[in-house]
């Protein structure tokens, strides 16, 4: 089967990304399933019912979060009520969500997903590697098609858990600091991946915000108020080929479109 990952969903601009090239990657790349990061989908921080509604309306089938997790009150209620959206499975005991969900593709065939957060400069988590460990046993049960979503700021972090659940997890992908690397690749044992997406949302800007703000920041140290820019838009992920008896990656394609 084929899967397309798509990296962190910044604002109106990157939702309108996804209605621009979803159906046109489906068709002609023959896609079963998509699953995008969606916690900067509303205005930059967290993701609302509306945002959730239209996402969904685009094709996406379903959705990882991240330190940003909480930055819309909707958020709890869509967890609530929906099976497709997992929150960072090291977050603390109580949490609302779930850490890890099984959700089955059009063709019927179980696609577990499991959303991990770092711990190098992030939001103070659990580790991500114990929870890695809890939630592939309970994943692999059930299905050996199994994806990882590394919310995480260090590379080194990212790299070190693709090599820690490789021949284990089917692919891990990273997100979070919205720049796509060209690190993608199947490793040793069959897992396909990848440090980071990269972000879909406004390609003029610094990591989605106003150029001229961040730059201002930068170079005064004077605080800002950051404001989502304006403006064309870009659409980046990656296609993850896997065998769906072994869960094993075959093929691996970085996607980047300049809207």
């Given at each position: ?38 916690e900067n989908s509303n205005h930059g921080r967290g ?88 939630e592939i046993e309970k994943l692999s049960a059930i ?117």
């Amino acid at each position: 089967m084929r899967i397309l990952c798509i990296g962190d969903i910044v604002s109106r601009t990157g939702r309108d990304m996804l209605f621009r090239y979803i159906d046109d990657l489906k068709y002609k790349t023959n896609i079963d399933f998509v699953i995008a990061n969606g916690e900067n989908s509303n205005h930059g921080r967290g993701m609302t019912r509306s945002c959730y509604n239209e996402m969904k309306r685009a094709g996406v089938d379903a959705f990882t979060m991240g330190n940003h997790v909480w930055g819309a009150k909707d958020i709890i209620t869509i967890m609530e009520t929906e099976g497709d959206i997992v929150r960072p499975a090291n977050l603390p005991d109580g949490v609302p969500g779930y850490g890890s969900i099984v959700v089955s593709a059009d063709s019927g065939v179980k696609v577990g997903i499991i959303n991990l957060m770092g711990q190098v400069n992030m939001t103070p988590c659990n580790s991500p590697f114990t929870a890695a460990d809890r939630e592939i046993e309970k994943l692999s049960a059930i299905t050996p098609v199994i994806l990882v979503d590394f919310h995480a700021e260090a590379t080194s972090e990212k790299i070190a858990m693709g090599y820690y659940l490789d021949g284990r997890a089917s692919a891990v992908f990273g997100t979070h600091t919205h720049v796509q690397t060209a690190d993608a690749k199947i490793l040793e044992k069959g897992t396909g991946y990848i440090t980071d997406l990269g972000m879909t949302g406004p390609a003029d800007s610094v990591l989605g915000m106003n150029k001229s703000i961040i730059m201002h920041r930068f170079a005064t140290g004077m605080p800002q108020k950051f404001e989502i820019a304006n403006g064309k838009g870009q659409f980046c992920g990656c296609i993850f080929t896997i065998d769906e008896k072994t869960g094993k990656t075959t093929e691996v394609e970085r996607i980047w479109f300049d809207g």
